[in-house]
Structure formats: C-alpha cells, structure tokens
C-alpha cells in the first residue's frame, strides 16, 4: 500500500481541534443508536470541489504553525467540563390490545410525535402470494387515499386543515404510521381520529390503485437512467438471492402491473394488527393522557397474529463482480458483503459498538477516515467515499459507495480494497479511536436534541424490543470498549477477499482488466 500523504496543516490542526473542542457529528451517533441506514453517506461533488479549493487556498496563506500556537494559548478550553447529559426517561406501558408502548414527557414544545410500527415490510410481500413484489409499499401508499368516511379529497383536505404531518411508509423489515400534530384537544383528537381511520377502514379505491401504479411505473422506469438505483438493485439482488430481502420493497416493473386491492386488504388484515405492533410516543402529555391516547390508537386494531421471523441469509463465500453498462462518464461502486442482524443482547450490542468505532476510522463520512483521505486526498479518484452497516431484523448488508472516472474505476476499486484490507491486519491506531470515541460520544445528546429524534430512538428501540439500557449505557458502552476489541471486531465482521463488488458505468473495469492479460 501506498505511503498516505499527510498535510502537515491538516493533521496537526485537526487533533489538537478534536482534543480541544466536542466534536458535534450526528452520523457517528446514528451508527450505533440505529437510525437505519439504507446504504453509504455519498457526498455532493460540487459542494466537496468548494470545500477542497477553499481549503487549498486558506492552507497556501497560513502559516501552518500559527494556528496551532494561537490554539495552545487559549487556556479556557482547558477548563472545558467533561460532557453531562441526561437521556429521556422512558415509560413503558402495554395497552388492553396488547400493543407495546413507550412514552417520554417532552413538555418544552405543545407537540406530540406518534410512531406506530409492525413487523410487516416489503419482506413479507410474497407471503401474500408470489410475485407479490410492491404490495406493503403500496398498502403504505394507499392508506392516507381515503376511508368508508372521506375519500381521498376529503382526508387530504382534514390533514392539510389540522396543519398535521401524517403517513405511512413501508421499509424492508417494517411498516410505519407516523403522526406529528399540536398537543392540545381541538388539534390531536381529530388527527387521531384520522390515523385511526387510515388503519382500520381504508378503502383501497381501485380507481386510485390504477393511478397509483401507473405513475410508479414511470418511476421504476426513471430509475433505470439513476446508476446509484441501477448498482443499489444489482447489490441487494446478488447479495440475498431468494432472501426476501433481495426485492425492492416499490416493487419492479414486472409486478407491479399485477398488484389487485385484493393483496392490499389481505397484507392489512393481516400484518398491520395488534399483535404485530409497537406503539412509540413523545410530546406534550401527561402519562395518563399517553394513556388514553395509546388506548384510542389501538383498541379498534384487529388482534392478528405476531409475523414469523425472517429467514436468515446466506453470506457470500466467494467474491462477485456485475457490471452494468450505462452511458455515463462516471463509474458507480458499490461493494460489501453481509451484515449483522441489530444487536439485542449485551455481547452483540458491545461488538456493534466496536465495530461502528473501527468503521468510523476507517469508511466514516468524514475527511478523516482512512478511505476519505486515500482514495479521495492523496489518490485524487473521487469526491466522496464511505460505507455502512445497516442491521435490520435479519442480517442487514454492509456496503462501501463512491463514484470514480470510468478509466480509474479498476484503480479505485484496488486502492479501496488495499485500505480496508491494510486496516484489518494492522488495524486502527489508539489515537484514531480516541478521536473517533470522543466524537461518538460528545455528538451523542444530538440524537436525542428533538422531539422527533426522541421519538425515532423509542421507535426503533421498541420494534427491536431493545432494553432502556441500549440509550442509557450508551456512553459506558463506549468507554468500555478497548483498541484490541476495536480491531478483533473488524477483522471477524469484514471479509474484503469476499466482496460483492458492483460497477455501473461506460467501460466493465473486469473485462478491461482480462483484456491486458
């Protein structure tokens, strides 16, 4: 591997910054406290050209020691107190249905944020029937388009009336109705009313459902001039196979055209039921108002069943390249592998931990970890590099994107793959992970700064059925974790020999690569 270059400017500045100040990052947080990824942070090209020519020209002007002394002589940021916080206090309560509900008191804004999820995402698409592919994300679609009461004018006219925020959207694991109304009487009742209304009497209105699909047929069709969506589509398919995490969860264009009201009424009736829920609240209530509301939202549930659990997939035992052609002069990457399942027990949580700290030094968004300042500074091949874990109920993938000149697509590739490899076997260094810890940890109180941060955190952790520990202990977790674990955790959890590896672009980097020999 190539001696990495150093800016003597860069380096130098940046640690004594990072030892001085706490360091506000949300995305180190969300790593570990699961706001679910969907794949790698891509960075804006333009944005980044700005950042990198206004860098080169304030680095060419400075003195590069200067900084560093005026920095030394600010002896106040000395007396800086290590962080405090407090998280949320979380109650916990189960309505008469059987639904799970967990509540935090946030009185400083008359809001309420509600967040009721089901284990019923596009994952169970063909346990409705085969082929079924598209039928949760169109159940979500369908439900704010009208019910026996309003039709799809009316609802969305109390909706827009009331000033509320209410939907519905389908992942790969979960199905998700949301609300965000005031807090007071003449604004919460009526949007409960609603919500209620959307889960227990939609009408799925043929006419609409038509409409519906044809214009996410045009989407889909769009989604062939996108070559993030084209490598995303090819990644997911070779990865999981027959795995139902492999579909995309709008469906395709090839069966979309066949979904009937039929499939919706039936994946309602029999995911998006009591027994199958999680209830998430945070607002301007009392706990006896959470109560009560709790207990509206979910009484005219129908009991159900709880969903069976996912199937686990098989990881990859040998590496894959696809290429897809598009005219483009741009190469798209995306390579990785399997990943973890979200972490519910102590020894997973810890390893989750030790993994999202060895992955921040080494594929963070930032412009310090190690693929950034590779692959992006010193090897000139792109604007933007990083990569993620996203843990789901079953093995979520781990994924690494960026896009590269089609002729320095292979160059790229090589140069990435010798970084994570050079980091498993003489792993991350003791400053590196201070740095990174330092900013997980002081970046942490920002996933909790909102209501609506709040409620996300409560969400998740409730679907996950995750311990009040899993928040609280965050920051000892973090503490807790050592160098050795750090590295151990990468070296078990990446498989670099074994990476799917997905280019779409003019040139296949592989063939031209055949073609020398």
Partial sequence: MSQRKKNPLSTALTRQIHRKYLSISYLGASMILGAVLSGPTYINA???ADIEDSYRDSAASVDATAPIAALSKLSSLDEVKPLELTVPNIEH??????????????TTLPIVD???RFNAGSARDEQIRSNGFGIASMTATMLTQGTHHLDENEFTRAVETLGIDLGSRAYKDMF?????????DAHLLPATDLMTQMLTQATFDQRILERNKARLLVGLQQQKQDPGSLASLAFHDALYGTHPYAHPSSGTLETVPSIDRKDLTEFQSRYLVAANASLAMT????????????????????TGKAATALPEPKPLTQTQHIHIKFPSTQTTVLMGQLGNKRATDPYAQKKQTSFAIGNDVLAGGNFNARLMTEIRQNQGYTYGISGAMSPMLARGPYQIGFSTRNDKARQAIDASLEVIKDTLNNGITSEEMRLTTDNMKNSFPMSFASNAGINGLLGMMNFYQLPDSYLTDYVKRIDNVTLAEVNQTMRETLHPDTFLIVTVGAEDPWQKDEGKK
């Fill in 46 to 48: 333009a944005y980044a």
């Fill in 93 to 106: 309560f189960t309505t008469s249905a059987g639904v799970p509900v967990s509540f935090v008191q946030a």
């Fill in 114 to 116: 509600i967040d009721l």
């Fill in 176 to 184: 998700i109705v949301s609300l965000r109304s005031l807090s007071d």
């Fill in 283 to 302: 607002g301007n209530l009392t706990l006896e108002q959470a109560k009560t509301l709790a207990e509206t939202i979910t009484k005219k549930l129908p």
